[in-house]
Protein backbone atom coordinates (compact mmCIF):
# COMPACT_ATOMS: atom_id res chain seq x y z
CA UNK A 1 0.00 0.00 0.00
CA UNK A 2 1.34 3.36 -1.01
CA UNK A 3 0.85 6.40 1.01
CA UNK A 4 1.45 9.80 0.19
CA UNK A 5 1.12 13.17 1.16
CA UNK A 6 -0.62 15.34 -1.46
CA UNK A 7 -0.01 19.59 -2.24
CA UNK A 8 -2.70 21.81 -3.74
CA UNK A 9 -2.20 20.77 -7.35
CA UNK A 10 -4.15 19.19 -9.96
CA UNK A 11 -3.97 15.70 -9.68
CA UNK A 12 -3.58 12.95 -12.99
CA UNK A 13 -5.68 13.37 -15.98
CA UNK A 14 -4.58 9.23 -16.18
CA UNK A 15 -3.45 7.47 -18.88
CA UNK A 16 -5.79 8.79 -21.92
CA UNK A 17 -3.81 6.48 -24.34
CA UNK A 18 -4.61 3.60 -22.18
CA UNK A 19 -8.16 4.10 -21.62
CA UNK A 20 -8.48 4.75 -25.06
CA UNK A 21 -7.17 1.69 -25.74
CA UNK A 22 -9.30 -0.11 -23.22
CA UNK A 23 -12.48 1.81 -24.58
CA UNK A 24 -11.83 0.82 -28.38
CA UNK A 25 -10.52 -2.87 -27.86
CA UNK A 26 -11.32 -4.94 -25.30
CA UNK A 27 -14.19 -3.08 -24.22
CA UNK A 28 -15.40 -1.97 -27.80
CA UNK A 29 -18.79 -2.19 -28.74
CA UNK A 30 -21.16 -4.07 -30.32
CA UNK A 31 -20.71 -5.21 -34.07
CA UNK A 32 -21.68 -2.50 -36.43
CA UNK A 33 -20.69 0.35 -34.01
CA UNK A 34 -19.48 3.61 -35.43
CA UNK A 35 -17.82 6.45 -33.97
CA UNK A 36 -19.60 9.04 -31.62
CA UNK A 37 -21.30 11.58 -34.20
CA UNK A 38 -21.97 9.15 -36.82
CA UNK A 39 -25.03 7.77 -38.07
CA UNK A 40 -26.35 4.55 -37.15
CA UNK A 41 -24.55 2.46 -34.63
CA UNK A 42 -25.24 -1.05 -35.10
CA UNK A 43 -27.02 -2.88 -37.84
CA UNK A 44 -30.62 -2.66 -35.97
CA UNK A 45 -30.90 1.23 -36.58
CA UNK A 46 -30.31 1.75 -32.69
CA UNK A 47 -27.39 3.55 -31.84
CA UNK A 48 -24.81 2.49 -29.28
CA UNK A 49 -24.18 5.30 -26.63
CA UNK A 50 -20.72 4.83 -24.90
CA UNK A 51 -20.87 6.16 -21.03
CA UNK A 52 -17.43 6.18 -19.44
CA UNK A 53 -18.48 5.18 -15.86
CA UNK A 54 -15.98 6.78 -13.04
CA UNK A 55 -16.46 3.32 -11.23
CA UNK A 56 -16.24 -0.28 -11.95
CA UNK A 57 -19.10 -1.60 -14.60
CA UNK A 58 -19.86 -4.68 -12.40
CA UNK A 59 -21.19 -2.11 -9.67
CA UNK A 60 -24.94 -2.04 -11.71
CA UNK A 61 -27.13 -1.14 -9.24
CA UNK A 62 -25.48 2.52 -9.32
CA UNK A 63 -26.50 2.40 -12.94
CA UNK A 64 -29.56 0.52 -12.25
CA UNK A 65 -31.43 3.26 -14.49
CA UNK A 66 -29.32 2.57 -17.30
CA UNK A 67 -29.85 -0.91 -17.21
CA UNK A 68 -33.54 -0.67 -16.79
CA UNK A 69 -33.53 1.67 -19.98
CA UNK A 70 -31.44 -0.92 -22.19
CA UNK A 71 -33.79 -3.61 -20.49
CA UNK A 72 -37.62 -2.44 -21.27
CA UNK A 73 -36.76 -0.26 -24.69
CA UNK A 74 -36.84 3.33 -23.52
CA UNK A 75 -33.57 3.19 -24.82
CA UNK A 76 -34.41 1.90 -27.78
CA UNK A 77 -37.30 3.75 -28.53
CA UNK A 78 -35.31 6.51 -28.26
CA UNK A 79 -33.14 5.29 -30.72
CA UNK A 80 -30.23 4.13 -28.61
CA UNK A 81 -29.03 1.28 -26.66
CA UNK A 82 -26.12 2.16 -23.36
CA UNK A 83 -22.81 0.17 -23.49
CA UNK A 84 -21.38 0.75 -19.86
CA UNK A 85 -17.69 1.14 -19.60
CA UNK A 86 -15.24 1.42 -16.52
CA UNK A 87 -12.19 4.52 -16.77
CA UNK A 88 -9.21 3.55 -15.73
CA UNK A 89 -8.82 6.86 -13.89
CA UNK A 90 -11.02 9.28 -12.07
CA UNK A 91 -10.84 11.73 -14.85
CA UNK A 92 -10.51 9.51 -18.02
CA UNK A 93 -13.84 9.79 -18.81
CA UNK A 94 -14.01 13.46 -19.55
CA UNK A 95 -10.53 13.08 -21.80
CA UNK A 96 -12.49 10.12 -23.54
CA UNK A 97 -15.32 11.97 -24.38
CA UNK A 98 -13.28 15.61 -24.93
CA UNK A 99 -11.27 13.32 -27.94
CA UNK A 100 -14.55 11.39 -29.09
CA UNK A 101 -14.03 8.09 -28.19
CA UNK A 102 -17.01 7.62 -26.23
CA UNK A 103 -20.25 9.81 -26.47
CA UNK A 104 -20.63 10.67 -22.67
CA UNK A 105 -18.84 10.68 -19.14
CA UNK A 106 -20.51 9.98 -15.72
CA UNK A 107 -17.66 12.32 -13.27
CA UNK A 108 -18.34 13.58 -10.14
CA UNK A 109 -19.00 17.20 -10.39
CA UNK A 110 -15.39 18.05 -9.01
CA UNK A 111 -14.12 15.97 -11.44
CA UNK A 112 -15.76 17.64 -14.03
CA UNK A 113 -14.95 21.05 -12.74
CA UNK A 114 -11.31 20.44 -12.48
CA UNK A 115 -11.31 18.71 -16.41
CA UNK A 116 -12.91 21.90 -17.13
CA UNK A 117 -10.41 24.71 -15.44
CA UNK A 118 -8.09 22.55 -17.34
CA UNK A 119 -9.49 23.39 -20.82
CA UNK A 120 -11.61 20.17 -21.51
CA UNK A 121 -14.36 21.16 -23.61
CA UNK A 122 -17.08 18.95 -21.64
CA UNK A 123 -20.77 19.80 -21.15
CA UNK A 124 -22.83 18.17 -18.35
CA UNK A 125 -26.75 17.58 -20.48
CA UNK A 126 -27.95 15.67 -17.49
CA UNK A 127 -27.34 16.01 -13.51
CA UNK A 128 -28.05 12.64 -12.68
CA UNK A 129 -27.43 12.58 -8.89
CA UNK A 130 -29.94 15.54 -6.99
CA UNK A 131 -27.27 15.83 -3.60
CA UNK A 132 -24.39 15.45 -3.00
CA UNK A 133 -23.13 11.17 -2.46
CA UNK A 134 -19.51 11.81 -0.72
CA UNK A 135 -18.41 11.08 2.18
CA UNK A 136 -15.73 9.41 5.03
CA UNK A 137 -16.41 5.84 6.60
CA UNK A 138 -14.74 4.83 10.13
CA UNK A 139 -15.40 1.68 11.57
CA UNK A 140 -18.37 1.63 14.19
CA UNK A 141 -16.09 1.91 16.86
CA UNK A 142 -13.71 4.57 15.73
CA UNK A 143 -12.96 8.13 18.06
CA UNK A 144 -13.51 9.85 14.63
CA UNK A 145 -16.82 11.17 15.12
CA UNK A 146 -16.48 14.07 12.29
CA UNK A 147 -14.34 16.02 9.60
CA UNK A 148 -12.95 18.01 11.75
CA UNK A 149 -11.36 14.78 13.17
CA UNK A 150 -9.55 13.85 10.08
CA UNK A 151 -7.30 15.73 10.45
CA UNK A 152 -3.51 14.64 10.90
CA UNK A 153 -5.24 11.30 9.77
CA UNK A 154 -4.77 8.41 7.40
CA UNK A 155 -7.74 8.18 4.66
CA UNK A 156 -7.90 6.08 1.80
CA UNK A 157 -8.42 6.48 -1.50
CA UNK A 158 -9.26 4.78 -4.88
CA UNK A 159 -7.17 7.18 -6.97
CA UNK A 160 -5.10 9.67 -6.41
CA UNK A 161 -7.28 12.36 -8.38
CA UNK A 162 -10.15 12.02 -5.58
CA UNK A 163 -8.44 14.45 -3.52
CA UNK A 164 -10.57 17.09 -5.50
CA UNK A 165 -13.80 15.14 -4.52
CA UNK A 166 -12.04 15.55 -0.83
CA UNK A 167 -11.45 18.80 -0.69
CA UNK A 168 -14.42 20.43 -0.43
CA UNK A 169 -15.83 18.39 2.21
CA UNK A 170 -12.84 19.07 4.09
CA UNK A 171 -13.31 22.54 3.53
CA UNK A 172 -16.63 22.98 5.49
CA UNK A 173 -14.46 22.08 8.42
CA UNK A 174 -12.14 24.52 8.29
CA UNK A 175 -9.34 21.87 6.73
CA UNK A 176 -7.35 21.59 3.46
CA UNK A 177 -6.21 18.42 1.75
CA UNK A 178 -2.90 19.05 3.17
CA UNK A 179 -3.88 18.10 6.27
CA UNK A 180 -4.36 14.86 5.80
CA UNK A 181 -2.30 11.73 4.67
CA UNK A 182 -4.02 10.53 1.99
CA UNK A 183 -3.87 6.35 0.86
CA UNK A 184 -3.86 5.60 -2.46
CA UNK A 185 -5.52 2.32 -2.00
CA UNK A 186 -7.34 0.90 -5.04
CA UNK A 187 -10.61 -0.61 -5.55
CA UNK A 188 -10.33 -2.33 -2.15
CA UNK A 189 -9.41 0.18 -0.37
CA UNK A 190 -12.30 -0.75 2.46
CA UNK A 191 -10.18 -3.29 3.56
CA UNK A 192 -7.67 -1.04 4.54
CA UNK A 193 -9.62 0.30 6.71
CA UNK A 194 -11.26 -2.68 7.90
CA UNK A 195 -7.79 -4.19 8.49
CA UNK A 196 -6.51 -1.12 10.48
CA UNK A 197 -4.32 0.63 7.95
CA UNK A 198 -5.54 3.81 7.39
CA UNK A 199 -8.62 5.32 9.69
CA UNK A 200 -10.81 6.58 6.83
CA UNK A 201 -11.67 6.16 3.55
CA UNK A 202 -13.60 8.46 1.27
CA UNK A 203 -16.69 6.63 -0.12
CA UNK A 204 -20.57 7.50 -1.56
CA UNK A 205 -24.31 6.86 -1.30
CA UNK A 206 -24.39 3.56 -2.95
CA UNK A 207 -21.01 2.00 -2.57
CA UNK A 208 -20.85 2.00 1.46
CA UNK A 209 -24.35 -0.29 1.33
CA UNK A 210 -22.07 -2.30 -1.12
CA UNK A 211 -19.65 -2.70 1.41
CA UNK A 212 -22.67 -3.90 3.76
CA UNK A 213 -23.77 -6.71 1.78
CA UNK A 214 -20.29 -8.01 1.91
CA UNK A 215 -20.09 -8.13 5.12
CA UNK A 216 -18.23 -4.47 6.02
CA UNK A 217 -20.08 -2.30 8.55
CA UNK A 218 -19.02 1.08 8.77
CA UNK A 219 -20.20 4.19 9.89
CA UNK A 220 -20.49 6.92 7.18
CA UNK A 221 -20.51 11.05 7.82
CA UNK A 222 -19.79 14.00 5.69
CA UNK A 223 -22.75 13.80 3.06
CA UNK A 224 -24.59 16.71 4.57
CA UNK A 225 -21.31 18.85 5.07
CA UNK A 226 -22.02 20.67 1.02
CA UNK A 227 -24.67 21.51 -0.94
CA UNK A 228 -24.09 20.36 -3.71
CA UNK A 229 -25.15 18.12 -6.66
CA UNK A 230 -23.25 14.57 -7.64
CA UNK A 231 -22.11 12.69 -10.55
CA UNK A 232 -24.07 13.80 -14.12
CA UNK A 233 -24.00 13.04 -17.69
CA UNK A 234 -21.50 15.44 -19.68
CA UNK A 235 -20.67 15.01 -23.50
CA UNK A 236 -18.04 16.93 -25.50
CA UNK A 237 -19.44 20.56 -26.59
CA UNK A 238 -18.97 19.30 -30.30
CA UNK A 239 -21.39 16.54 -30.31
CA UNK A 240 -24.03 18.71 -27.91
CA UNK A 241 -23.93 21.52 -30.55
CA UNK A 242 -23.57 18.87 -34.15
CA UNK A 243 -25.93 16.05 -32.39
CA UNK A 244 -28.83 17.34 -30.33
CA UNK A 245 -31.07 15.13 -30.93
CA UNK A 246 -28.52 11.95 -29.75
CA UNK A 247 -28.36 14.17 -26.16
CA UNK A 248 -32.49 14.49 -26.19
CA UNK A 249 -32.36 10.20 -26.69
CA UNK A 250 -29.95 10.01 -23.95
CA UNK A 251 -31.49 12.15 -21.31
CA UNK A 252 -35.23 11.02 -21.88
CA UNK A 253 -33.93 7.68 -21.78
CA UNK A 254 -32.18 7.93 -18.28
CA UNK A 255 -35.06 9.62 -17.15
CA UNK A 256 -37.51 7.09 -17.89
CA UNK A 257 -34.96 4.73 -16.05
CA UNK A 258 -34.93 6.97 -13.39
CA UNK A 259 -39.00 7.05 -13.43
CA UNK A 260 -38.93 3.03 -13.11
CA UNK A 261 -36.60 2.50 -9.97
CA UNK A 262 -38.73 5.55 -8.27
CA UNK A 263 -41.96 2.62 -8.11
CA UNK A 264 -39.84 -1.19 -7.99
CA UNK A 265 -36.46 -0.86 -7.14
CA UNK A 266 -36.85 -4.50 -6.43
CA UNK A 267 -37.49 -5.06 -10.18
CA UNK A 268 -34.45 -2.20 -11.54
CA UNK A 269 -32.38 -4.25 -8.84
CA UNK A 270 -33.29 -7.73 -11.04
CA UNK A 271 -32.52 -6.31 -14.16
CA UNK A 272 -28.95 -4.67 -12.70
CA UNK A 273 -28.06 -8.18 -11.20
CA UNK A 274 -28.41 -10.13 -14.79
CA UNK A 275 -26.48 -7.50 -16.40
CA UNK A 276 -22.52 -8.75 -15.88
CA UNK A 277 -21.37 -11.69 -13.90
CA UNK A 278 -20.21 -10.94 -11.28
CA UNK A 279 -22.08 -8.12 -10.77
CA UNK A 280 -22.13 -6.81 -7.13
CA UNK A 281 -23.58 -6.68 -4.37
CA UNK A 282 -24.83 -10.37 -5.32
CA UNK A 283 -27.53 -10.54 -3.23
CA UNK A 284 -31.02 -9.01 -4.51
CA UNK A 285 -31.64 -7.48 -1.06
CA UNK A 286 -28.16 -5.46 -1.06
CA UNK A 287 -29.00 -4.45 -4.90
CA UNK A 288 -32.35 -3.68 -4.18
CA UNK A 289 -30.81 -0.95 -1.07
CA UNK A 290 -28.59 0.30 -3.86
CA UNK A 291 -31.00 0.58 -6.43
CA UNK A 292 -33.55 2.51 -3.32
CA UNK A 293 -31.00 5.04 -2.77
CA UNK A 294 -30.24 5.85 -6.64
CA UNK A 295 -33.59 6.33 -6.97
CA UNK A 296 -33.62 8.83 -4.02
CA UNK A 297 -30.74 10.53 -4.84
CA UNK A 298 -32.36 11.00 -8.84
CA UNK A 299 -35.76 12.00 -7.62
CA UNK A 300 -33.81 14.81 -4.98
CA UNK A 301 -33.64 13.19 -1.91
CA UNK A 302 -35.48 15.19 0.79
CA UNK A 303 -35.69 18.33 -1.23
CA UNK A 304 -37.43 16.08 -4.50
CA UNK A 305 -37.95 17.21 -7.95
CA UNK A 306 -40.15 16.45 -10.60
CA UNK A 307 -37.41 17.36 -13.43
CA UNK A 308 -34.76 14.56 -13.53
CA UNK A 309 -31.74 15.62 -14.75
CA UNK A 310 -31.63 19.61 -13.84
CA UNK A 311 -28.44 21.33 -12.56
CA UNK A 312 -28.57 24.00 -9.82
CA UNK A 313 -26.10 26.42 -11.16
CA UNK A 314 -25.64 28.08 -8.20
CA UNK A 315 -24.92 25.19 -6.02
CA UNK A 316 -22.22 24.67 -9.14
CA UNK A 317 -21.05 28.00 -9.01
CA UNK A 318 -20.41 28.20 -5.53
CA UNK A 319 -18.34 24.61 -5.84
CA UNK A 320 -16.15 25.93 -8.58
CA UNK A 321 -15.20 28.83 -6.51
CA UNK A 322 -14.55 26.72 -3.68
CA UNK A 323 -12.37 24.84 -5.40
CA UNK A 324 -10.17 27.42 -6.77
CA UNK A 325 -10.30 29.82 -3.92
CA UNK A 326 -8.61 26.31 -1.88
CA UNK A 327 -6.44 26.18 -5.07
CA UNK A 328 -7.54 22.55 -6.30
CA UNK A 329 -8.12 23.83 -9.62
CA UNK A 330 -5.82 26.37 -11.22
CA UNK A 331 -8.70 28.62 -13.01
CA UNK A 332 -11.92 30.18 -12.58
CA UNK A 333 -15.15 28.29 -14.06
CA UNK A 334 -17.91 30.33 -15.16
CA UNK A 335 -19.98 27.14 -15.12
CA UNK A 336 -23.09 28.83 -17.57
CA UNK A 337 -20.38 27.79 -20.03
CA UNK A 338 -20.96 24.22 -19.19
CA UNK A 339 -24.08 23.41 -17.99
CA UNK A 340 -27.27 23.19 -20.23
CA UNK A 341 -30.65 22.18 -19.08
CA UNK A 342 -31.56 22.70 -22.53
CA UNK A 343 -32.66 19.09 -22.58
CA UNK A 344 -34.04 18.72 -19.40
CA UNK A 345 -37.61 19.48 -20.48
CA UNK A 346 -37.47 16.99 -23.09
CA UNK A 347 -36.29 14.35 -20.95
CA UNK A 348 -38.86 14.76 -18.49
CA UNK A 349 -41.64 14.68 -21.05
CA UNK A 350 -42.72 11.10 -21.33
CA UNK A 351 -45.36 9.03 -20.17
CA UNK A 352 -44.88 8.38 -16.36
CA UNK A 353 -48.50 6.35 -16.18
CA UNK A 354 -46.92 4.13 -18.47
CA UNK A 355 -43.64 3.52 -16.96
CA UNK A 356 -45.18 3.35 -13.85
CA UNK A 357 -47.22 0.66 -15.11
CA UNK A 358 -44.25 -1.37 -16.50
CA UNK A 359 -42.59 -0.81 -13.27
CA UNK A 360 -45.25 -2.39 -11.54
CA UNK A 361 -45.86 -5.11 -13.34
CA UNK A 362 -42.52 -6.27 -13.77
CA UNK A 363 -41.97 -9.74 -14.08
CA UNK A 364 -38.40 -11.07 -13.82
Not at 76 to 85: A, D, M, Q, T
Not at 227 to 236: F, G
Request: with cysteine; glycine share 10%.
Amino acid sequence: MRSIRMKRTLFGLGSVVAAGALLLGCAAAPSGGTSPGGEDAASDGVRDVRVVLAVNKELAGENANLHVANELGYAEENGIRFVLESALGSTDGTKLVSTGQAEVAYPSPFVALTARASGVPIVSVFDNLQTNIFGFAVKPNSPIASIADLKGKKVALGDGGWTVIAAPLLASAGLTIDDVEWVVAGERRQLAVEQGDVDAVLTWEMEYQNWADQGLEFRVFGQDSVPYQSNTLVMSEELVKSDPDLVKAIARASAMGAEFIQHNPEAGAQIATQTYEGTTPQSLEGMTAVVTKLAELMAGGEGGTDRYGAHRADDWQGLADSLFADGVIGAEVDVSTMLSDDFIDYANDFDRDRVRQDAEGYKP
